[in-house]
């Protein structure tokens, strides 16, 4: 199954690294962010990636182009230009870059892969969040409810300290943990190609019109996934992933049963 990974907006909010890098190339523990959740996905086989491209598309187009050499060590020969790599990491990904315009929407960036993704059913995400979310059972998921797309919905992570209260006594007391209330877009959608249809330009926002027609028609089902799920919209957010990943703690590195 194809997994397209919406890589090309701007990252505003994370300007501390974006004024030079795009977001996805934001790194956590010395990989992109992008090649963590593209190493989450290979975890579950899921391994023909499709990267919607924008922002600095030519900052992720190198990273992949010297993949290799940027991740292991190599010699030259000066004279024949050959390269010989040493201890090269096994990896057996497909990768496919294309630029979908940098003033592209994420629906737009969608739509733009129409003809790469064909008559097929395929997997969408973001370019900046991780998870822990068995992708196999999202698959599973979509397959037996037979609905045009399903979206993985979890719990967002708590802005302050969060307080269970009884007749006024506080029952627990957690520092900025992951909300048990509520459901949100967590990203990591199955789709079938149909849903294209519904995206009219560079400028629709998928989060909008395509998705709340979607749902308006009954064809939007939700995965709940109670686990991990981190965005990583601030410097904050940054750090705290680092420190997971720094301390050995890093969920989306390992497979969830």
């Given at each position: 199954?194809?997994v397209?990974?919406?890589?090309?907006?701007?990252?505003?909010r994370?300007?501390?690294?974006?004024d030079?890098?795009p977001?996805?190339m934001?790194?956590?523990g010395?990989k992109?962010i992008?090649?963590h959740?593209?190493?989450?996905?290979?975890?579950?086989?899921?391994?023909?990636?499709y990267?919607?491209?924008?922002?600095k598309?030519e900052?992720?187009?190198?990273?992949?182009?010297n993949?290799?050499?940027?991740?292991?060590d190599?010699?030259?020969?000066?004279?024949?230009?050959k390269?010989?790599?040493?201890?090269?990491?096994?990896?057996?990904?497909?990768?496919?870059l294309v630029?979908?315009?940098?003033e592209?929407?994420?629906?737009?960036?969608?739509?733009?892969?129409?003809d790469?993704i064909?008559n097929?059913?395929?997997?969408?995400t973001?370019?900046?969040?991780?998870?822990n979310?068995?992708?196999?059972n999202?698959?599973?998921?979509?397959?037996s409810?037979k609905?045009?797309?399903t979206?993985?919905?979890?719990?967002?992570?708590?802005?302050?300290?969060?307080?269970?209260?009884?007749?006024?006594?506080v029952?627990?007391?957690q520092?900025?943990p992951?909300t048990?209330?509520?459901?949100?877009?967590?990203?990591?959608?199955v789709?079938?190609?149909?849903?294209?249809?519904?995206?009219?330009?560079?400028?629709?926002?998928?989060e909008?019109?395509p998705?709340?027609?979607?749902?308006?028609?009954n064809?939007?089902?939700?995965?709940?996934?109670d686990?991990?799920w981190?965005?990583?919209?601030?410097?904050r957010?940054?750090?705290?992933l680092?420190?997971?990943?720094?301390?050995?703690?890093a969920p989306?590195?390992?497979?969830?049963?």
């Open positions: 199954m194809k397209i990974i919406l890589a090309g907006g701007f990252g505003t994370l300007s501390e690294y974006t030079v890098i977001k996805p934001v790194p956590i010395g992109p992008l090649w959740i593209m190493n989450h996905f290979a975890l579950y086989g899921f391994k023909d990636f990267l919607a491209l924008g922002y598309a900052v992720v187009k190198e990273y992949f182009l993949y290799r050499s940027l991740n292991s190599f010699s030259v020969n000066l004279e024949t230009g390269i010989t790599h040493y201890n090269s990491p096994a990896v057996d990904w497909n990768v496919t630029d979908t315009g940098q592209s929407m994420t629906g737009g960036r969608l739509l733009r892969m129409k790469i064909g097929e059913t395929f997997m969408v973001y370019g900046d969040g991780l998870s979310v068995n992708l196999q999202l698959q599973d998921y979509h397959k409810h609905k045009m797309v979206v993985t919905a979890v719990h967002p992570g708590a802005r302050f300290g969060e307080l269970e209260i009884h007749d006024g006594s029952k627990s007391f520092e900025k992951q048990t209330q509520g459901w949100i877009n967590g990203g990591f959608f789709m079938e190609p149909a849903f294209l249809n519904l995206i009219e330009n560079d400028q629709t926002i998928l909008k019109k998705l709340e027609t979607v749902a308006k028609n064809e939007l089902m939700a995965f709940k996934h686990g991990f981190q965005c990583m919209d601030t410097k957010d940054k750090d705290h680092e420190k997971l990943y720094q301390d050995g703690k989306w590195t390992i497979l969830n049963s």
